[in-house]
C-alpha cells in the first residue's frame, strides 16, 4: 500500500478534482457540440462519473463528500 504524506494527498485530491471536470467537459459539453443525437445514458454517466471523481478527491482531502 502507497503511504502519502498529507501535500501529496492534497495534490492528488486536487488532480482527480480537476480530473473530473474534464470527464463532465468531455461527456457532458461534448454531446452538445457534436452533430450527432443527443445521448443522455452518456450524459448521465459523465455525471455520475464526475461525483465519483469529486468523491474520492474530497476523501483523499479528508473531508466526507456525503
Known sequence: MIR???RQRAA???????FANL?????????????RPLSWLV???GLVI???FIALG????GERPW
Not at 492528488?12 to 480537476?18: A, G, I
Not at 470527464?23 to 452533430?35: E, R
Not at 474530497?58 to 482531502?61: A, K, M, N, P, R
Open 23 to 35: 470527464t463532465a467537459a468531455a461527456l457532458v459539453v461534448g454531446q452538445f457540440v457534436t452533430d
Open 4 to 6: 502519502l504524506n498529507r
Open 50 to 52: 464526475w461525483a465519483g
Open 12 to 18: 492528488l485530491s486536487e488532480t482527480f478534482r480537476e
Open 43 to 45: 450524459i448521465g454517466m
Open 58 to 61: 474530497l476523501l483523499l482531502e
